[in-house]
């Protein structure tokens, strides 16, 4: 899996094996090819996600 910004600056993540956007939040594995989602990815879509939050937080109290 890796971290990617959709159109509207949102972090999605894809699978880097079978370019899924699904994954599994109980085993943390794709959901189409189960491959697994390491630690650290999940960490990095957190942070980025955190991130975007804080920017569009941001932007609306302006
Ligand atoms: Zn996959």
């Avoid at 090819?33 to 960490?43: D, F, H, N, R, S």
């Avoid at 990095?44 to 955190?50: I, K, V």
């Amino acid at each position: 899996m890796s971290v990617f910004f959709n159109p509207h600056g949102v972090p999605e993540m894809a699978c880097d094996n079978c370019g899924s956007r699904w994954y599994d939040r109980m085993t943390n594995c794709c959901y189409e090819c189960g491959q697994p989602v390491t630690e650290e990815m999940l960490a990095e879509y957190n942070q980025a996600l955190a991130e975007f939050n804080r920017a569009r937080a941001a932007k609306s109290t302006g």
